[in-house]
C-alpha cells in the first residue's frame, strides 16, 4: 500500500545559517586551518592506530556529508507523509558519537519553515497535498568524537515534491466547512466547482491517528440532487488530533481535482442555542439571566454574548453588544419608554480550544411585554 513517489534529489551547496528557532543549533564553522589541522590529526590516527580505532583523542573531519537517499512515502493518510533518509556513508564508526538529524520542512499551513531533530531516519509530517512539499535534512555528529562540540554538515540533502494534480481546474469543491453541533453531529459541507459536472460524483474520505486507513464519508448529505456534504455522528471523529480530509470525486470526463483539509474537530463546536433568556427590571438596571442547554462542551469553556436591541418611541432601534463568561449580565436601564430586546448566543473560549463557532441567537426576549418581534 506505500508507494514511493517520484523525487527529486539535490544535493545543494554550502548553507547560510541555520533557523533560530531550533535550539542547541551550532554551526560547524572551522576554519581552513583548523580543519586542515583536523584532516591531519584524522590521516595520523589512521596510521597510527592500524587495524583498529580509538576514539579517544580523536575529532572527526569536520567534511561532515549529509543524509543519503531522501525520499518522502505516502501511506495515503491525505497528507500525513513519511519522509526517510539513510545515514551518510562518512559517518565514523563509533561508539562514541552521537548522530542525529535535522529535518526541516516547509510547513506549508504557517508558511514557515520547520525543523526538528531526530536520532531515527525517518519522521513523519502533515502537508497539504495541494501545495509543493519541500524538505531539507542535515547530518548532526555530537559526543566525544567531536571533542563535545555539534557538528552539522555543511551540505543539506533536499527533496521537492510536486503531488500530483489531476482533474480539470475549477472542479474541485468550494467553500468547505466543518461544524461540530454540540460536540453530537459533525457535518461538512460544500459546494460544487464552477466547472464540476453535473453527473460527477463527489466522494469525501477522512483519516486519523487512530484509523489504519483512509475511510469514505459514512453518511453524505444530499441537496438538490447532489452530495453537498458529511455527516459523521456521535464520537467517530476525535478531538485534539488532526482530521484529514479529502474531498474528491470523478465524472464520465474524468477525475474532479481533490480538495484537501486539514483540521481539528474541537475548533469546530457550535454550541446549542440558548432557549431560556429571562428579563426582570430593577429600580435603575435590567438582570438578563439565561440557562444554557445541558450537555455538549463542559460550561466553564463558555463565553456568552449579549445583544440588546433598543426601541426608542421614534421608531429608531440600537443595538448594543457585551460578552461575558457569567449566565447573567446586568445593564442600566436607559428610559422607561423603551422597548428593550435581549438575545444571546454563545461560543467555546479560546482558553479552551483555539477557535469556536458562535451559536445561534436565541429567540429575543422583550421589556415591557414578551412580543419577541421588533
Ligand atoms: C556540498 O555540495 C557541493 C555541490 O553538490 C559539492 O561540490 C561539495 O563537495 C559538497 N560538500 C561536502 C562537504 O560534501
Ligand atoms: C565498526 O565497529 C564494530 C565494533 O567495534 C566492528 O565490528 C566493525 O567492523 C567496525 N566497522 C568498520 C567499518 O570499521
Ligand atoms: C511547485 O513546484 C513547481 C516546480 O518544482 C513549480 O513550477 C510550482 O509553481 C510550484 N507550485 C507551488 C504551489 O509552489
Ligand atoms: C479519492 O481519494 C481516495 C483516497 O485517497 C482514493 O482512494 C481515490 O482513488 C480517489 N478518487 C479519485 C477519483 O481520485
Ligand atoms: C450572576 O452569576 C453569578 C455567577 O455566575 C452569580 O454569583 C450571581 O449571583 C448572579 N447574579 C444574578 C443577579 O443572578
Not at 104 to 130: A, C, I, N
Not at 303 to 310: C, F, G, N, S
Not at 339 to 354: D, G, I
Request: some cysteine; glycine content about 6%; proline content about 7%.
Amino acid at each position: 500500500m506505500w508507494k514511493v513517489l517520484q523525487i527529486v534529489l539535490e544535493v545543494v551547496g554550502l548553507v547560510g545559517p541555520l533557523p533560530e528557532h531550533l535550539n542547541e543549533v551550532t554551526v560547524a564553522t572551522a576554519t581552513t586551518k583548523e580543519r586542515k589541522r583536523e584532516q591531519k590529526e584524522k590521516k595520523l590516527d589512521v596510521m597510527m592506530v592500524p587495524g583498529g580505532r580509538t576514539h579517544d583523542q580523536k575529532h572527526f573531519s569536520p567534511a561532515l556529508e549529509p543524509p543519503k537517499d531522501l525520499a518522502i512515502l505516502d501511506p495515503g493518510f491525505l497528507g500525513y507523509l513519511e519522509i526517510v533518509w539513510s545515514p551518510p556513508a562518512n559517518l565514523p564508526n563509533a561508539t562514541q558519537c552521537l548522530t542525529r538529524y535535522q529535518l526541516e520542512y516547509f510547513d506549508t499551513y504557517s508558511s514557515k519553515w520547520s525543523g526538528v531533530r531526530t536520532p531515527l531516519t525517518s519522521h513523519r509530517v502533515q502537508f497539504d497535498l495541494m501545495k509543493n512539499v519541500s524538505v531539507r535534512v542535515y547530518t548532526l555528529l555530537s559526543g566525544p568524537c567531536t571533542n563535545g562540540k555539534m557538528i552539522t554538515s555543511k551540505n543539506y540533502t533536499k527533496l521537492v515534491y510536486k503531488p500530483p494534480r489531476t482533474g480539470a481546474a475549477n472542479t474541485e469543491v468550494q467553500d468547505f466547512v466543518c461544524v461540530n453541533y454540540n460536540m453530537m453531529t459533525i457535518e461538512c459541507t460544500w459546494q460544487r466547482g464552477a466547472k464540476t459536472p453535473d453527473n460527477a460524483q463527489q466522494r469525501l474520505y477522512f483519516w486519523h491517528k487512530n484509523l489504519e486507513r483512509a475511510q469514505e464519508c459514512p453518511k453524505y448529505i444530499i441537496s438538490r440532487g447532489f452530495r453537498s456534504g458529511c455527516q459523521f455522528t456521535g464520537t467517530s471523529l476525535p478531538l485534539f488530533t488532526d482530521v484529514n480530509i479529502c474531498v474528491n470525486g470523478s465524472s464520465p470526463e474524468g477525475p474532479l481535482q481533490a480538495k484537501f483539509i486539514s483540521l481539528q474537530i474541537q475548533n469546530h463546536i457550535k454550541p446549542p442555542t440558548t432557549e431560556k433568556v429571562d428579563v426582570r427590571a430593577g429600580p435603575d438596571s435590567l438582570v438578563i439571566a439565561w440557562e444554557h442547554p445541558v450537555g455538549g462542551a463542559p460550561e466553564h469553556c463558555l463565553e456568552w454574548e449579549v445583544e440588546r436591541q433598543l426601541q426608542g418611541p421614534d421608531g429608531k432601534t440600537t443595538r448594543e453588544l457585551t460578552l461575558t463568561t457569567q449566565k447573567n449580565l446586568t445593564l442600566p436601564s436607559v428610559n422607561q419608554k423603551e422597548k428593550n430586546c435581549f438575545s444571546v448566543r454563545s461560543k467555546l473560549q479560546n482558553y479552551c480550544v483555539e477557535k469556536g463557532l458562535w451559536s445561534d441567537w436565541s429567540r429575543p426576549t422583550c421589556l415591557p411585554g414578551n412580543d419577541a418581534a421588533l
